[in-house]
C-alpha cells in the first residue's frame, strides 16, 4: 500500500482546510486509516482514523467537533475536514494504513504517506 496525502497550506485561525490521503494498493474492509500529525520538537500523536468497512470514526479530544474524517471507497482516498482551525493544529500531518481494527488510536500502522504541512496563523 502506498499513500499519497494533500492538501496542507496556510490558513489564518478559523479557516479550513481539507486533506485528502489516496491509497494505492488493495485496501481491505479490515483496515483503518488514519491521520496523525507532529508538531516541532513533538511527538507524532493521533488525530483520527476511519474503519473501511463500517466507516467507523476515532478522533483525538482536542479536534472533536472540529475536524471530520471520512472516506471514498471507490476512490481509495481517505479525507479529513478541518474546520475552526487553531494555531495549535500546526503539525505536519500523515495519514497512515493499519491491518488491524483493535487499536485504531494507539494501535500499529503499517504504511506511512509523506506529511503534508499544515501551518494556522493567530
Known amino acids: 500500500v502506498q499513500l499519497q496525502a494533500s492538501g496542507g497550506g496556510l490558513v489564518q485561525a478559523g479557516d479550513s482546510l481539507r486533506l485528502s490521503c489516496a491509497a494505492s494498493?488493495?485496501?481491505?474492509?479490515?483496515?483503518?486509516m488514519g491521520w496523525f500529525r507532529q508538531a516541532p520538537g513533538k511527538e507524532r500523536d493521533f488525530v483520527a482514523a476511519?474503519?473501511?468497512?463500517?466507516?467507523?470514526?476515532y478522533y483525538v479530544d482536542s479536534v472533536k467537533g472540529r475536524f471530520t474524517i471520512s472516506r471514498d471507497n471507490a476512490k481509495n482516498t481517505v479525507y479529513l475536514q478541518m474546520n475552526s482551525l487553531k494555531p495549535e493544529d500546526t503539525a505536519v500531518y500523515y495519514c497512515?494504513?493499519?491491518?488491524?481494527?483493535?487499536?485504531?488510536?494507539?494501535?500499529?500502522?503499517?504504511?506511512w504517506g509523506q506529511g503534508t504541512q499544515v501551518t494556522v496563523s493567530s
Open positions: 476511519i474503519s473501511w468497512g463500517r466507516g467507523s470514526t
Open positions: 497512515a494504513v493499519s491491518r488491524s481494527l483493535e487499536r485504531p488510536r494507539n494501535g500499529r500502522y503499517e504504511y
Open positions: 494498493g488493495w485496501i481491505f474492509s479490515s483496515y483503518v
